[in-house]
């Protein structure tokens, strides 16, 4: 891995001493901010050292686990001098489960080291230095807020008193598939507790195995349970055929009143972990009805919903608010979903046109927007990349955008296409800081300024936090100065896993394959961890790359896997 883009990843410029930290060893560490994951991070002569569990202001023990280059990752081992912020995690697994990785902050210091972390990633990967960014919006009821869980299974290792092995349901630890058994989780509903546990026992009872991934054997994969104000939704992922699911469906009915909806989805790709193609109906309806700022939707076992009802309605009109629509005001939704801020903008704006890929949600979109009446928003479904570009092409403009990409942030092709668009205000919805700060500084090198930035803390108790930028196009006699460099486009959270050679050496270790830096780049790419622009690429315009084979793409992708890059 290039070496200037870790250093930028965590912080560190040319100027830095560092001195070889070598895995075993023992550090005293002073921590000093925070990384993108809500790690602390200390500095010991110039090296960057990740700690997870550690707060600023804290001087702690650390056993160096990896050491790279420019940074090093340790494990805490004892608080040396503790912050005023830091709280006994109120949680039997916070140890084990890879969910809240910071119950062990303050909700104060939690909102703290999110604006830190989005005005950190604005300034190193942005470039916008001195930028202000302001508080991160706080949840009112920061626990038990999610609409939404997904439970996985697993059998238990020993036999019970009936020689049978158990079935057991909870979370995996964080970056592996080692199951989690959870019977509390103070993020989730209390419905998803307790539809998790009567599907156990439902398995118990039948002998139904969980799906071994190493065995490639057993039937019970995972539970998905969505709750909306037009009741619970349940819905059980198989490998095959769903035996005894008449008693499967009683037993929730009698244990889950609020019960509106049960679902059976098969799905036998071991690395998908979505509820499959195919599903069938087993009780109730297969659309569940919420409400979004006012705005009714129906909602089913695909459809992407923001897990906290009560921060979605703070984000959604934060970016609405940002926009500061009028009458006159024609506005693209790219990466629109099943409409819900594409609704609330039409009842601000002259015309909104929203764009998809996913054709369910773009026709899930056009049913919530005879749902809702409205008729001056309208839904098309095709890639941002090339929709955007073919609409200004065709002389189509648009005087605002609201932009809400995946976490991969948006193409260089789609960001073109917004400039050229006319677009005078951008506001960007993103669930990533680095892949926001990398646009925006794409979008700045183009004319546009960041306006406001304003962090929403949609998911209390982890580090994840989502974001509205308000860009505003400068004009002619404006200029803003930010430096374009593809080497600094491409940092993600995943560049600090693994090096190149790391990855070729696991990939020679278990599959036998030997793999080039290109071959690793195009899977990456493929992956969603982004590339820059000019590696490895040919001198010559007529020039063809050599594409990586089936064989060793499977084996690349396992690499990034077992790294946690993917």
């Not at 705005?295 to 926009?323: C, D, I, M, R, W």
Request: charged content about 25%.
């Amino acid at each position: 891995m290039d070496l200037n883009r870790k250093r930028m990843n965590a912080g560190i410029t040319a100027e830095d001493n560092r001195s070889e930290l070598s895995a075993g060893s023992t550090v005293t560490l002073e921590i000093t901010a925070y990384g993108s994951e809500g790690q602390g991070i200390a500095r010991h002569n110039g090296m960057a050292v990740f700690v997870p569990g550690a707060i600023c202001g804290e001087t702690v023990e650390a056993e160096i686990k990896k050491a790279a280059p420019s940074f090093a990752e340790a494990k805490l081992q004892k608080i040396l001098r503790p912050s005023a912020e830091r709280v006994i995690p109120p949680c039997p697994h916070y140890a084990e489960c890879g969910g809240c990785d910071i119950l062990h902050m303050s909700y104060a210091e939690q909102l703290r080291m999110k604006r830190e972390t989005v005005r950190s990633a604005m300034e190193r990967i942005g470039g916008f230095r001195g930028i202000e960014v302001l508080p991160c919006i706080g949840a009112d009821k920061p626990e038990h807020y999610r609409n939404k869980a997904v439970f996985q299974f697993a059998n238990a290792e020993k036999t019970n008193k009936k020689n049978l092995r158990q079935v057991l349901s909870g979370y995996y630890e964080q970056k592996s598939h080692k199951l989690v058994p959870v019977e509390t989780c103070m993020i989730q509903n209390e419905e998803a507790m307790t539809a998790k546990r009567i599907v156990a026992e439902w398995a118990n009872l039948f002998d139904i195995r969980a799906f071994d991934e190493k065995q490639k054997s057993g039937t019970l994969r995972q539970l998905m349970v969505r709750r909306t104000e037009g009741g619970t939704m349940a819905a059980i992922v198989t490998t095959g055929a769903l035996p005894h699911s008449d008693e499967l469906v009683s037993m929730l009915r009698r244990g889950l009143p609020s019960l509106a909806s049960c679902i059976h989805g098969i799905n036998r790709n071991p690395r998908d972990p979505g509820i499959g193609s195919k599903t069938e109906l087993l009780f109730g309806s297969a659309e569940l009805a919420e409400t979004v700022c006012g705005l009714k939707f129906n909602v089913g076992a695909h459809s992407f919903l923001q897990v906290n009802p009560e921060q979605t309605q703070k984000l959604y009109l934060a970016a609405a608010n940002a926009l500061n629509l009028t009458a006159n005001d024609d506005v693209a939704d790219v990466f629109c979903g099943i409409g819900t801020i594409s609704l609330l903008l039409a009842q601000r704006a002259r015309s909104v046109l929203g764009i998809e890929a996913v054709p369910p949600a773009v026709k899930d979109a056009r049913r919530n927007a005879k749902l809702n009446n409205i008729k001056n928003a309208e839904f098309i479904c095709e890639n941002a990349e090339t929709a955007l570009p073919r609409l200004v092409a065709e002389g189509k403009r648009f005087s605002a955008i609201l932009l809400d990409p995946p976490r991969r942030g948006a193409e260089k092709p789609a960001l073109d296409a917004i400039v050229n668009s006319g677009a005078e205000r951008i506001a960007y919805v993103s669930c990533n800081p680095a892949t926001l700060a990398r646009d925006c500084k794409i979008l700045a090198a183009a004319g546009y300024a960041p306006m406001s930035v304003q962090p929403v803390d949609m998911f209390p108790m982890t580090h994840h936090v989502e974001t509205v930028c308000l860009l505003s196009k400068l004009k002619s006699t404006q200029h803003i100065e930010v430096e374009v460099k593809m080497d600094e486009l491409d940092l993600t959270d995943a560049e600090k896993k693994a090096t190149y050679q790391e990855i070729k050496d696991y990939v020679l270790e278990h599959s036998g394959l030997k793999v080039s830096s290109l071959y690793i780049a195009q899977i990456k790419q493929k992956c969603g961890i982004i590339e820059r622009e000019n590696y490895d690429k040919p001198k010559s315009e007529d020039a063809k790359q050599p594409q990586c084979p089936p064989e060793k793409e499977k084996a690349i992708k396992e690499a990034l896997r077992h790294f946690g890059m993917i």
